[in-house]
């Protein structure tokens, strides 16, 4: 059967508090979607936990992630914004499919290998089976577009392959997500060592603008961005890598073309660039800020749309996760 319209799933994982890469590089260009797609946006807690919580942090965390996407835009009332750990179907799902995927493709991620290097004291097996709970997410719903990062291709990759597998032996019970790449700014850089990407799980509070900083902080750590010693606002990716994510921020902030931003700092030094593009980001923040404080000041609404969206989120999840046990086989539950 044709659906009507196309499903969109994504999400980000609570592993700290949102900086200006997930801003800029996915929940900016989540805003709107739902007038053309069903959406669905998970807050992805389970995932979180293949890395030690802080049981206080973690919940304060997830809360504002929450909190964050519905200050940007995101209409809990015409999308469907939950916690992962709220719908059931989700690592019931991940069981199945884990018997689904093979050592051989988990093996191959770039990702585990890194959170392995940098966790070498914890690398548990959800670490491993990360996509397969993954691949459940977005098979649950059905989706047909899954708007990620580059750093999520592969994964995106092997829930194609399980999906695909699956449905070659039970017949189509899984519709074969795409992903949905942004295009400018897809890739912010960390403030203190531009060749490598800016990341919520950073350890240097410097490297990192969090969509929480106030102004004063964001101006500050721009004033500290690792630049070079050029003293030419220029567009070089290569040689200029500073520079050039610091043109990048402000052209995605502000609108303005990068050879625009060249133009309006020829012949100024990096301290008024710096300077401008902390306040450029720290103008774009506010509002955010203002309506996050609002939406913190009473709960209601927001727990409201916690519990009616994951009812919907089980309500669509179940239909999928019945069908896959009935084709497995799984002897049906007495109601
Ligand atoms: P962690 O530090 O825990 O790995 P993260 O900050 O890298 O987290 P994720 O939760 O993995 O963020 O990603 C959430 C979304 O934000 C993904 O779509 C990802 O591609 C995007 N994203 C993350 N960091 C950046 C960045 N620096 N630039 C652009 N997009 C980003
Ligand atoms: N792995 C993703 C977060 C994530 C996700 C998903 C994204 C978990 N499940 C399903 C899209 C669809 C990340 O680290 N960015």
């Known amino acids: 059967m044709e659906k009507e319209r196309k499903v969109l799933y994504s999400g ?11 801003y800029i590089g996915a929940l900016k260009n989540w805003v709107n979607l739902n007038e053309e797609y069903d ?3 998970g807050v992805m807690d389970l995932h979180s ?3 030690r919580q802080n049981p206080k942090e973690f919940r304060d965390n997830a809360r504002l992630i929450y909190t964050q996407y519905v200050a940007a835009g995101l209409d809990p009332k015409k999308n469907c914004i939950y916690f992962q750990s709220h719908v059931p179907t989700h690592a019931e799902l991940g069981w199945i499919l884990d018997c689904f995927t093979y050592m051989g493709e988990l093996n191959r991620m770039t990702q585990f290998k890194d959170k392995s290097a940098k966790h070498a004291d914890n690398i548990n097996a959800g670490l491993f089976t990360y996509p397969a709970l993954m691949a459940a997410d977005i098979l649950l719903y059905q989706a047909d577009l899954v708007p990620i990062g580059a750093d999520q291709k592969q994964h995106l990759e092997i829930c194609r392959d399980v999906a695909m597998r699956f449905n070659s032996i039970y017949g189509d019970v899984f519709t074969i997500p795409e992903g949905f790449f942004g295009k400018v700014g897809a890739r912010i850089m960390s403030l203190a060592d531009p060749t490598k990407k800016m990341s919520k799980s950073d350890e240097n509070v410097n490297a990192t603008i969090y969509l929480v900083d106030d102004r004063d902080t964001i101006i500050r750590k721009f004033k500290k961005a690792v630049t070079d010693s050029d003293a030419c606002v220029r567009y070089d990716v290569e040689n200029k890598p500073g520079v050039s994510n610091l043109i990048d921020i402000y052209s995605v902030i502000t609108g303005k073309s990068k050879e625009d931003t060249e133009k309006e700092f020829e012949g100024k030094g990096y301290g008024d660039f710096k300077l401008a593009v902390g306040e450029a980001v720290a103008d774009a923040l506010d509002p955010l800020h203002k309506k996050v404080d609002e939406l913190l000041s009473d709960r209601t609404y ?5 519990k009616e969206n994951a009812e919907k989120a089980y309500y669509v999840s179940s239909k999928t996760l019945r ?7 799984l002897t049906e539950r007495i109601r």
């Open 323 to 329: 069908k896959v046990h009935k084709k497995l086989g």
């Open 12 to 22: 980000m994982q609570a592993t700290g508090r949102l900086t200006i890469g997930n």
């Open 302 to 306: 927001i727990d409201e749309c916690i």
């Open 39 to 41: 959406c669905f946006f």
């Open 49 to 51: 936990l293949t890395v």
